[in-house]
């Protein structure tokens, strides 16, 4: 009883151990498929790339998305006058900022699509708060991303500001128009020492 109890070893364990790793395929093994029908994921070597980026605090993206909204209305302002005077021929031009007008939502969504896309995620408001939006899927922000954060940014106020919110409950940071575009907001302020990825 002794031999036939000593016979029984787990030695099987380490070839189904191997032919497990063997069947799983490692992300600097794969290569992009050329087939489209095919599923490939291609964020994955990217948000490798990523790992360990310290995430922008609320405060920074507050900060930088009024300084944005403050420089649009200040580039709105003389375009829409000389439109209504020029263009229109009002003699009694009075303009007001609102959200509902479809003149303003135009240019506002415009700002943020180009200077998202030419800035590479870092527009004016973004470059004073040390803040960048970076993409998941790629190194640089595409100008359809611009564009879909542009509209997170509605879709974020729409949502009665919740879309805001949602910062502080997702796990990487994500606002609407993150989730929306696929970015992430990533502090890019100097640190004296390297803090630890997950803390921030």
Not at 46 to 58: T, Y
Request: with cysteine.
């Amino acid at each position: 009883m002794s031999r036939s109890s000593l016979s029984i070893r787990p030695a099987s364990a380490r070839p189904v151990l191997r032919s497990i790793t063997h069947a799983v395929p490692t992300t600097t093994q794969s290569k992009p498929h050329s087939n489209p029908r095919l599923f490939h994921a291609h964020e994955t070597s990217r948000m490798q790339e990523l790992d360990g980026k310290p995430l922008a605090a609320f405060w920074q993206r507050i900060l930088g998305y009024f300084i944005d909204v403050l420089i649009v209305v200040v580039l709105w302002a003389p375009v829409e006058i000389i439109w209504r005077r020029k263009i229109l021929h009002q003699q009694d031009v009075n303009v007001v900022w609102n959200f509902h007008e479809p003149g303003n939502v135009i240019f506002i969504f415009l700002y943020f699509g180009l200077a998202n896309f030419i800035g590479n995620g870092r527009t004016p408001g973004k470059f004073v708060a040390r803040t960048r939006a970076v993409s998941l899927t790629g190194p640089r922000l595409s100008l359809w991303q611009s564009i879909e954060r542009a509209l997170g940014y509605g879709a974020a106020i729409l949502e009665g500001g919740l879309g805001f919110l949602q910062f502080f409950w997702s796990s990487n940071r994500m606002c609407a128009q993150d989730r929306l575009a696929e970015t992430i907001v990533v502090d890019e302020r100097k640190r004296r020492n390297s803090a630890a990825p997950h803390s921030l």
